[in-house]
């Protein structure tokens, strides 16, 4: 905190205000809301609710697709984070390591990150379909591919429709990253280990873990819930909602199915989920690990 | 010679990733350039054609939707309010909530501080439908109010604007103080132009934030004239080219902005020099 500081006055409750007015409205009115959904249950008709207590969380346990979209989205946001990671930390390295052009090379990468997920999954569409998409046939030569009917094949199409604008994001962020590692710790380092591969995974690698778990929360966020725009533009769940993340399943039950109690317990179950990540980073990871 | 080797493999390895990024889109910008017969008879090509202007014109000022009531243009028009707008709102609220957090000795620090960051765990996917019966209690569904606001209630900015008020030396407050500054002129005069870095990286990356939403904007607009680009993706009929070319212009506002504002949006977003 700042030694010096304004005191207490009425003003500053004029700055806090239009954040604080737009959030308590526009945000926590509808998460109220959502606790509300989650544990009352609408007639037939619509005409009423009642208070049914956990009844929707045990709907939902109950439910097979349920667990289907948890083992998805679980297996989604790992390989994203896996592929997009090691990917944008290659090209990283490599631009670090050239000493013309870095700045064109950073131009050259970055862009993808400025396009919106549904556009992508739209993209992705043209080179997935059966028609005259370009990977469709690739890979229906290679082995069959079909990605209406396999659940593998399936996972490969959202696979890289999703990785695909995220390496940017991790390129940008593991080149920051690297270049604010201090010159004399990587020449001092040039002199004890001439093999620069070892160097890399022991000396680079390690003074990089703070920008590697901040990658992986914003990888795990973005497969979490910004791709919802590429599922429903791409596969929409299909094989049978092989491919339906949390997100997009608890959309489809509170929008076609109008079940808001369910869509409601499915959010908060996922409250619960981010929660989680969030406190296991700050209690695990930032320990453990050292900044420079 | 090592180094020449080396450095011949890291070029070598940058081209291969940048021609996975740009190939695709290519693929689609140039395929947008023919006809529908050439695409359903060739599948996508590589090649530019010769029906550029035909294609980009005919969606530009097609009227499409269920009710032919909205053209490409009226949707961009619609993006770029809603996106203006989302970043205007969410800068300036954040600058100022930030602030109020840095630099004034408040009773319940602590409490609002959580109040306004746990919000970041809470995105607008987890609340969407209460969010959509809240506005459409207020009556805001199907306006341009109702598309900008809920997005900008997002405590991203406060979290960069406090990071970088932490770094700013206290000895500006003092000296601001000895110039007979008050809270408003030492934030307006003083602070305010020392984070014009921070304010445009986070302009940017709140405006493409607002362009870029789909869901949203799909569920609070049930009247065609309020369409924004990224959700019209999947509501324009047309044939195939047309679509091409729909893609290919809705991409190109932030692309441009993230490119031509670069530095700003690295500098602040991504804390590098």
Redesign the interface.
């Known amino acids: ?9 009425y ?3 004029l ?2 205000a ?3 007015g ?2 308590l ?3 926590y ?6 606790f509300r ?1 989650a544990f009352t249950m609408q007639d037939a008709f619509g005409f009423g609710s009642k208070f049914v207590w956990f009844d929707n969380f045990l709907f939902i346990f109950d439910d097979p697709a349920y667990f289907i979209a948890f083992k998805f989205t679980i297996i989604y946001s790992f390989v994203i984070t896996l592929i997009t990671g090691s ?1 944008g930390l ?2 990283a390295v ?2 670090n ?3 013309h ?1 870095k700045s064109t ?15 992508v999954g ?2 992705a569409n ?2 997935f379909s059966e ?2 998409g ?1 990977l469709y046939h690739l890979f229906h030569e290679l082995w069959g591919f079909n990605w209406y009917e396999s659940v593998f094949d399936s996972y490969i199409y959202v696979i890289i429709a999703g990785s ?1 604008k995220q ?2 994001a991790n ?3 593991f ?2 990253g690297l ?2 590692i201090q010159k004399s710790v990587i020449e001092a380092s040039m002199i004890d280990c001439k093999n ?1 591969f070892r160097r890399f995974w022991t000396i680079t690698f390690p003074l990089l873990m703070p920008t590697t778990f901040f990658l992986i929360i914003i990888n795990i ?1 973005y497969a979490f ?1 910004d791709t ?2 590429i599922i ?2 791409t596969t929409i769940g299909a094989p049978s909602g092989e491919t339906r993340t949390l ?1 997009y399943k608890a ?1 489809m039950d ?2 076609r199915g109008l079940d ?1 109690g369910s ?2 317990a499915q ?1 908060i179950m ?2 619960l989920i ?2 989680v990540i ?1 406190i296991f980073q700050f209690r695990y990871i930032e320990g453990k690990i050292h900044y420079n | 010679m090592t180094r020449f080797i ?2 011949s ?3 070598l ?2 081209l291969i ?2 021609l ?3 190939v ?2 290519w ?2 910008f140039a395929s947008s350039t023919h006809t529908s017969s050439m ?2 008879m060739n ?2 090509q590589m090649f530019l054609g010769d029906s550029f202007y035909e294609n980009y014109l005919r969606v530009l000022l097609y009227q499409g939707g269920f009710f032919k009531e909205i053209t490409a243009l009226k949707m961009f028009f619609n993006s770029f309010i809603m996106a203006t707008g989302v970043a205007i ?1 969410s800068v ?3 600058l ?2 930030a ?9 319940y620090a602590t409490l ?1 501080f959580w ?2 960051f746990i ?1 970041i ?3 607008l ?7 959509y ?2 506005m459409a209690e207020l009556n805001l569904v199907n306006s341009y109010f109702g598309l900008i ?2 997005i ?2 997002s ?1 991203i900015a ?1 979290l960069f604007f406090r990071q970088f008020y ?1 770094t700013v030396p ?1 000895e500006l ?2 000296s601001a ?1 000895l110039d007979g500054a008050n ?2 002129r030492f ?1 307006v005069d003083f602070l305010i132009p020392l984070s014009k870095t921070m304010i445009v990286a986070m302009l940017i990356f709140m405006f ?1 934030f607002g ?5 949203w904007p799909l ?1 609070v607009t049930t009247s065609e004239q309020y369409w924004t680009v ?2 019209g ?2 509501m324009m009929s047309g044939s195939i080219v047309h ?2 070319a729909f ?1 290919m212009m ?2 190109v506002p ?2 441009l ?3 031509v504002l ?1 530095k700003y949006f ?1 500098k602040g977003v ?4």
């Open positions: 905190m700042k030694k010096v500081q304004f005191k207490s006055s003003s500053q409750y700055f806090l239009p954040q604080l737009i959030l409205i526009f945000l009115w509808p998460i109220i809301q959502t959904d990917i290659l090209l490599q631009a390591n050239v000493m052009g090379y950073k131009t050259l990468l970055i862009w993808p990150y400025a396009i919106a997920p549904a556009v739209v993209m043209y080179f028609r005259f370009l695909w390496i940017s390129f940008i962020f080149l920051a270049q604010a620069s966020t819930f919802f725009g429903d533009t997100v959309y509170g929008f808001l869509a409601g959010s996922m409250m981010v929660l969030t | 080396t450095s493999f890291s070029h390895i940058l990733g940048i996975i990024m740009l695709p889109v693929m689609i695409i359903n599948g996508l709102l300036v609220t954040s100022m909530a602030y109020a957090l840095v630099y004034y000795r408040i009773k609002l109040i306004i919000t765990l809470v995105p996917e987890l609340r969407i439908f209460p969010t019966s809240v606001v809920p900008s209630a405590a406060t932490k206290d407050l003092e103080k809270t408003w934030f493409v362009y870029n939403q789909y869901l569920l990224v959700m993706l999947k679509r091409f893609v809705s991409m932030p692309i902005i993230i490119i670069q690295i991504f804390q590098d020099k």
